[in-house]
């Protein structure tokens, strides 16, 4: 099997490869990336990553960038974990890849406005008085859809758990996690408690907590507001 290295934040949406490679078991390390130090400017990072963000995964020393790229690659690397559900057609993998597609440029830049509206406008102030509200407003329409969705199954492909899922998981939790309402979504808020309690989200979140005490340790972390 290939050497792998996934370079990571805490918070981030690189929560969900973290996930995925546990679910697939593979032989994995991760890489803390400093934001508050703009590590992920840094010369050496960008010789890997030019774009300066995380996740970025190195494949025997080869990068692969984007969660919809990283996300196909660890299903793809690792068939026997279903990460996936088993495509029956053309028409059906492509339906997958628009969904990983939703989730990476439609539901994360909304997120973004949720969760750090500081992105938006330089007043920080009227940033969370302008710019998250509005945010809220867009993720309350993504909400009602995905809560209509998991009326199928607690997963979103209905029985059986996918990546998407722990895309899912992130989003909730990023956003729940600045003060994103969540009455009226039972679906999803079962979907998380059930998230929650796979083993391979909770070697993942330990990962991320390892890190997050050591961000803490150094004086570098940045607590999600």
Not at 90 to 115: M, N, S, Y
């Amino acid at each position: 099997m290939p050497e792998l290295k996934l370079f990571v934040a805490p918070n981030t949406c690189a929560r969900v490869p973290t996930i995925a490679l546990e679910e697939a078991g593979a032989d994995f390390e991760t890489e803390l990336v400093r934001v508050k130090l703009n590590q992920q400017n840094s010369p050496e990072f960008l010789r890997l990553n030019p774009k300066g963000k995380v996740p970025t995964l190195l494949i025997d020393g080869e990068p692969l960038t984007e969660n919809v790229a990283i996300l196909s690659w660890i299903n793809q690397a690792f068939p026997a974990s279903n990460l996936l559900p088993k495509a029956s057609s053309e028409l059906e993998k492509l339906k997958q890849i628009a969904d990983l597609a939703f989730f990476a440029g439609t539901v994360h830049p909304t997120v973004t406005r949720v969760a750090m509206p500081v992105k938006f406008i330089e007043d920080k102030e009227l940033s969370f008085e302008i710019v998250r509200p509005l945010g809220i407003e867009a993720m309350n329409k993504i909400m009602d859809m995905i809560e209509g969705r998991l009326d199928n199954g607690p997963w979103w492909y209905g029985e059986a758990w996918s990546v998407l899922d722990a895309y899912l998981f992130w989003v909730w939790g990023r956003i729940t996690g600045v003060g994103y309402p969540p009455d009226g979504y039972p679906n999803i808020q079962r979907h998380h408690e059930l998230s929650k309690a796979r083993p391979a989200v909770q070697r993942a979140m330990a990962r991320e907590a390892k890190n997050i005490e050591i961000l803490k340790a150094e004086g570098h972390y940045i607590a999600p507001r």
